[in-house]
């Protein structure tokens, strides 16, 4: 018999071939999975990013009573998620992470007040919290999720860029926005002020494959071949490292950071929860 859902991840990060430094930060265990991408404000985009792993970490031991059902796709199968903008949830898990996300946009302006040649740092914010059977998603800026079930890959973010608003607008086309030479310009993130992150639900469902990245990672690479790769190379490991391979063989001209993460329904051996990037110090 099957039973709950689990996580197995493995995550890889790089400054890339023009960075001098690397301000992505990550974090990825047996229940939160959290890409940040900082920047801006005296080179403290390092600062930003650290700041709100370290904030969300503790989600992954936090215990969330009776951990209720929060929503799932109607068929149980497809890869639509209920999303919330400025969601009005409830459920202790939903609580927890909006909570975390709160007092991690409370510790940016504290670091802003303390040095103010900071003002403009900020970082992005793409996370997956495992609770009972649903995956909790939180969401602001440009580092994207993507889930890829039964061979198809959908992206399941959506970018908050100038650019996207163009798409959006009827402005320009998708195949435009690539190419766009604004297209790295984010128009939300968290910098200490009031800003609204997104929130969505999905049906954690074993044989389900989820990616988390930077923009140096989807920026670079095309969706064919992140598709391709996610689909094609099993091993958590060996993807997560190609996947940094495909964005240095690009040029690699921001920090890069992929978290590749497999949805099983039988008992797995814990694996050590691992921060990377700035974070890591």
Do not use: W
Request: charged share 20%; glycine share 10%.
């Amino acid at each position: 018999m099957a039973g709950p859902p689990r996580l197995r991840f493995a995550a890889r990060t790089d400054k890339g071939l023009v960075r001098r430094g690397n301000q992505d930060s990550a974090y990825v265990g047996s229940r939160l999975l959290a890409v940040a991408d900082g920047m801006g404000g005296m080179a403290a985009g390092d600062l930003a990013s650290a700041i709100v792993i370290a904030a969300l970490a503790p989600l992954d031991e936090e215990p969330f009573p009776g951990e209720p059902f929060l929503g799932e796709a109607a068929d149980g199968e497809s890869v639509a998620g209920a999303a919330f903008p400025g969601a009005v949830l409830s459920g202790a898990a939903i609580e927890a992470i909006r909570s975390a996300v709160e007092r991690a946009n409370l510790r940016l302006r504290d670091a802003v007040d303390a040095e103010p040649a900071r003002r403009g740092m900020g970082t992005t914010l793409t996370a997956l919290l495992l609770t009972g059977s649903d995956l909790i998603m939180v969401h602001i800026g440009d580092s994207r999720a993507y889930l890829l079930r039964n061979g198809d890959l959908v992206q399941i973010t959506r970018d908050d860029t100038f650019v996207q608003m163009l798409v959006d607008d009827g402005h320009i086309t998708l195949a435009e926005a690539d190419t766009h030479p604004q297209r790295f310009l984010v128009t939300k993130a968290l910098q200490g002020s009031e800003t609204a992150a997104e929130y969505a639900v999905y049906p954690a469902l074993p044989g389900d494959r989820y990616l988390l990245c930077s923009d140096g990672l989807s920026g670079v690479v095309d969706f064919e071949t992140l598709r391709a790769t996610l689909r094609d190379v099993p091993d958590l490991d060996q993807c997560a490292d190609r996947l940094v391979e495909l964005a240095l063989a690009g040029g690699g001209p921001d920090n890069i950071t992929a978290v590749v993460t497999d949805i099983v329904g039988y008992p797995v051996a814990r694996q050590t929860p691992v921060i990377l990037g700035a974070a890591a110090g």
